[in-house]
């Protein structure tokens, strides 16, 4: 470790009294003073970068503003080509000097090359010298871009690192609207003040690809000013970098045996292609409704925008719903938003269609993100993680090149109904195919991820949202770890419980294990109500009356809001994980399926009672059952746990009870189960920024006790 990374460490990671106020992580990251100067470089050049990509694609159409569609739509796929290029041909190359190079020096000189080429590209105006630059750009950024990304991992300490990685992406992303908006701003006000279209474009476009320019300069400026701060020797390596290509004819070999990861990749990739194909083709799109130069920063802006929000707010949105039945359902959305795009003539309502393309591609990101994070073996994470960033990122690239070209190609036709005439342009129908794309991967993915007997219909999700809208204020835990244990054995539950808990423990969690019915004065009341002493096992008030299903669902409802008010949330609260045996799948299936009451309106009460809390992760314990009320169906009870984990197979795993040893050494815990906590441990880590717990041993358990593989995603 260089001596400033062990200054860093000390500023970034200072030690704290126990029982103290967690630091701040990203307070703790502002206080390194380099990462200050780097973050504030990242800002500025990602602004830059996103106004130079707007400047050139614009440049593009504006020198062939009198040829023909096609010609323009082909001088914008070229723009994009030239950016992919490189890594095609030098990808392989690059990576293999950038690791035997001063990171610093490869930086500093790359950064002044590319100030040079953009400002030439400014000064000369000309398309053929455009391409020629840019190519000359993204080769030279071949080299810099890991040099900048290992520098970044250099500076910071290791338990900051995943806070400063959210920082750099928020930064490069959360520039894209602001972008946008700045050469929107640009155009406009150059053409109030200089008049004439041409003109202000070209203006608008000179001053975009300055700042662009200059941003590059002030990147160079600041890591030679700040060399001595930053380790220069790039540590070793196991082997070389590949480039995109190498990653994805790796990963094809990955997918051919993995059915599940296939249809999350298809469905990935499908998204982010129907946001390509608007984003190319946004430049005649928006020529199309006489919106002008300011229009397509505009809808540009709008799509990332809604990339963004989308996702923000993907895996907190229709909590009660299964991500897999969200994600599927987002991609056919984002075809449908297409499609209406498609006959848009008017600029306000396409740029609302513009917008909730990229916002349900980005829900279908984080969560098939997310999913596959749960498929992965950990050995195997990493790679599967690069192939699908490479695939988007070629895909993402592909379409925003292919679109301009393919809307050339089909041209304006009219199209006559009697005296109506229907004008369909080429951009329309660029956008009408790649709705239609959309909705065939909907469906393919619908039908290989949500297994069939819990697939979620869209009318479902629509009757979701207009009769309960308690939905869309449930969501997990958010702060600590809930999870609960599930099953119609109460005392091989209560044990698995316990081995869960001590699993946890030993990995340095702070754990709070809890029951149902709780602990509290009220638990106990309802405890000696739905559970009596003596024999048999139907439930009575204290004068021996048996207590009709319906008081018992309620009773059991009002002992979970006080239990989750007094005992569970001001757990979480303090960031612990909650181990709680039994949740509101207890009385769906005791009360519901065993007694015939509504089970949706057991789980609404609930929800209601809880404020919407869910749990992060429910484990069932498959068995059958050993004590029920009067009149219940043992099988049914059992079903009901069992349909509950197929309908929401990311939030569930079963593990067989007849397959767990009591007497095991290891105890009752899998490894299937163990890794489920360690994932979610990590990205619990990830969105808080503390220091994570070490990792549950995914091979201590016994083999004998297997989790069933269609009622998990581990």
């Known amino acids: 470790m260089t001596e400033h990374h062990a200054r860093s460490s000390r500023a970034g990671g200072r030690s704290r009294a126990p029982g103290a106020r967690p630091d701040n992580a990203f307070l703790a990251l502002v206080r390194i003073p380099v990462f200050r100067r780097l973050w504030a470089t990242i800002t500025v050049s990602s602004l830059g970068d996103w106004l130079g990509l707007l400047a050139t694609t614009a440049m593009a159409q504006q020198l062939t503003r009198d040829e023909s569609l096609a010609v323009q739509g082909a001088a914008i796929s070229g723009v994009i080509l030239t950016r992919l290029l490189p890594d095609l041909v030098l990808g392989p190359v690059a990576g293999a000097l950038a690791d035997r190079l001063d990171r610093r020096t490869t930086v500093i000189v790359g950064e002044f090359l590319a100030f040079a080429l953009y400002l030439s590209i400014a000064a000369t105006y000309e398309l053929t010298w455009l391409y020629i630059a840019q190519f000359l750009v993204e080769a030279v950024g071949l080299f810099t871009n890991p040099a900048k990304q290992a520098m970044?991992?250099?500076?910071?300490?290791?338990?900051?690192?995943?806070?400063?990685?959210?920082?750099?992406?928020?930064?490069?992303?959360?520039?894209?609207?602001?972008?946008?908006?700045?050469?929107?701003?640009?155009?406009?006000?150059?053409?109030?003040?200089?008049?004439?279209?041409?003109?202000?474009?070209?203006?608008?476009?000179?001053?975009?690809?300055?700042?662009?320019?200059?941003?590059?300069?002030?990147?160079?400026?600041?890591?030679?000013?700040?060399?001595r701060l930053i380790p220069g020797t790039p540590p070793d390596r196991d082997g070389g970098q590949r480039n995109v290509f190498s990653l994805v004819v790796e990963g094809v070999s990955f997918l051919r045996g993995q059915p599940l990861m296939r249809a999350l990749y298809v469905g990935v990739i499908g998204a982010f292609g129907a946001g390509g194909l608007t984003i190319g083709v946004a430049q005649l799109y928006v020529a199309t409704l006489q919106a002008g130069t300011a229009g397509y920063g505009v809808v540009f802006g709008v799509v990332f925008t809604g990339l963004a929000i989308g996702m923000l707010v993907g895996p907190r949105i229709l909590p009660t719903v299964p991500r897999r039945s969200v994600f599927s359902h987002a991609i056919g959305l984002a075809g449908l938003a297409l499609l209406a795009m498609s006959v848009l003539r008017d600029f306000v309502l396409a740029t609302g269609a513009a917008f909730l393309v990229g916002l349900f591609a980005g829900v279908c990101w984080i969560i098939g993100y997310t999913l596959i994070g749960f498929e992965v073996e950990d050995r195997l994470r990493g790679r599967v993680f690069a192939f699908v960033i490479s695939s988007v990122r070629i895909v993402l690239l592909l379409a925003v090149a292919i679109g301009p070209g393919l809307a050339g190609l089909l041209g304006t036709h009219d199209i006559r109904l009697g005296d109506l005439v229907l004008t369909v342009?080429?951009?329309?129908?660029?956008?009408?195919?790649?709705?239609?794309?959309?909705?065939?991967?909907?469906?393919?993915?619908?039908?290989?991820?949500?297994?069939?007997?819990?697939?979620?219909?869209?009318?479902?999700?629509?009757?979701?949202?207009?009769?309960?809208?308690?939905?869309?204020?449930?969501?997990?835990?958010?702060?600590?770890l809930f999870i609960v244990v599930e099953g119609a054995d109460r005392e091989l539950t209560r044990r698995y419980t316990a081995d869960l808990a001590q699993v946890l423990i030993d990995c340095g969690c702070p754990v709070e294990v809890t029951s149902e019915p709780s602990d509290t004065p009220l638990g106990w009341q309802v405890r000696g109500v739905l559970f009596p002493p003596g024999p048999g096992s139907a439930e009575a008030d204290d004068e021996g009356r048996k207590v009709g299903a319906h008081t018992a669902a309620l009773l059991a409802a009002a002992d979970r809001a006080q239990h989750v008010a007094t005992v569970i949330r001001p757990a979480l609260?303090?960031?612990?994980?909650?181990?709680?045996?039994?949740?509101?799948?207890?009385?769906?299936?005791?009360?519901?399926?065993?007694?015939?009451?509504?089970?949706?309106?057991?789980?609404?009460?609930?929800?209601?009672?809880?404020?919407?809390?869910?749990?992060?992760?429910?484990?069932?314990?498959?068995?059958?059952?050993?004590?029920?009320?009067?009149?219940?169906?043992?099988?049914?009870?059992?079903?009901?746990?069992?349909?509950?984990?197929?309908?929401?197979?990311?939030?569930?795993?079963?593990?067989?009870?007849?397959?767990l040893d009591p007497h095991d050494e290891h105890g009752l815990v899998s490894p299937v189960v163990r890794r489920r906590i360690s994932t979610l441990l990590a990205l619990r880590h990830a969105s808080t920024g503390d220091s994570p717990p070490a990792a549950p041993p995914v091979g201590a358990a016994s083999t004998g006790a297997r989790d069933r593989a269609g009622g998990s995603v581990g």
Do not use: K
């Open 425 to 480: 342009t080429g951009p329309g129908l660029t956008l009408l195919i790649g709705g239609l794309l959309a909705l065939v991967v909907s469906a393919y993915a619908t039908r290989q991820v949500v297994p069939g007997r819990s697939r979620t219909r869209f009318r479902d999700v629509l009757r979701l949202l207009w009769g309960r809208s308690d939905l869309l204020s449930a969501s997990a835990s958010g702060v600590g």
């Open 573 to 659: 609260e303090r960031n612990q994980v909650v181990v709680n045996t039994h949740y509101v799948d207890t009385s769906i299936a005791f009360h519901g399926a065993g007694q015939g009451l509504d089970a949706d309106r057991i789980f609404r009460t609930s929800l209601w009672a809880t404020h919407g809390l869910l749990p992060d992760l429910t484990v069932v314990v498959d068995s059958p059952v050993t004590a029920a009320p009067a009149g219940a169906d043992p099988l049914a009870v059992r079903r009901a746990f069992l349909a509950q984990a197929e309908a929401a197979p990311d939030r569930y795993v079963v593990v067989p009870g007849e397959l």
């Open 152 to 227: 970044w991992v250099a500076i910071v300490p290791r338990e900051r690192l995943a806070v400063a990685n959210q920082v750099s992406l928020f930064s490069v992303y959360g520039a894209v609207p602001v972008a946008s908006l700045v050469f929107a701003l640009l155009s406009t006000a150059t053409r109030v003040f200089e008049g004439g279209e041409g003109d202000e474009a070209r203006t608008a476009i000179v001053v975009a690809l300055v700042f662009n320019a200059v941003t590059f300069l002030v990147s160079a400026c600041t890591v030679l000013f700040s060399r």
